[in-house]
């Protein structure tokens, strides 16, 4: 078993692959951001992410990510 981290790794080349400069992504059940970020980057400044994360003090900790 590749276990959690590798699942995530795993996860990360898959949208590495598929997520383009531009496209809209939508991040549901964000957490704390972590791929938010991820997608982020990908989508670079013409794309665009939406993030949702409905439990509060998890959004306060994407909030302080997206702006860090």
Not at 14 to 27: A, F, I, Q, Y
Request: hydrophobic share 40%; net charge neutral.
């Amino acid at each position: 078993s590749r276990g959690t981290l590798g699942a995530a790794t795993g996860e990360k080349r898959l949208l590495s692959r598929e997520v383009k400069p531009g496209m809209t992504c939508l991040d549901i059940g964000a957490n704390i951001g972590i791929y938010t970020l991820l997608l982020a980057r990908l989508a670079g400044p013409t794309g665009r992410v939406v993030a949702f994360e409905p439990e509060p003090e998890n959004f306060e900790l994407l909030e302080r990510n997206i702006i860090a």
